[in-house]
Structures are given as C-alpha cells and as structure tokens.
C-alpha cells in the first residue's frame, strides 16, 4: 500500500510559507529507539 500526502504551512497572517507532498510506504524496519527514532 502507498499514502500519497501533500501539506501546506501558513504563518499566523495566512500567508503561504511552505509547502511539500511525498509519496510513503510502510517498511519492514521497526522504528525503535536503538535506530535513533524518538
């Protein structure tokens, strides 16, 4: 399975600062303290 995400960042007068999207997959990895995830 796939997620498609896109995401739009506004600063507190509404303007348009930042933008992004990316394409995720689950992977086998767990994601554990000892792989450096917080």
């Known amino acids: ?19 992004g999207s990316g394409t995720f997959v689950r992977g086998k990895t767990k994601l554990t303290p000892e792989i450096g995830y917080q």
């Not at 506004?10 to 348009?16: A, M, S, T, V, W």
């Open 1 to 19: 399975t796939q997620y498609f995400a896109e995401s739009i960042l506004y600063d507190e007068d509404n303007r348009e600062i930042a933008r």
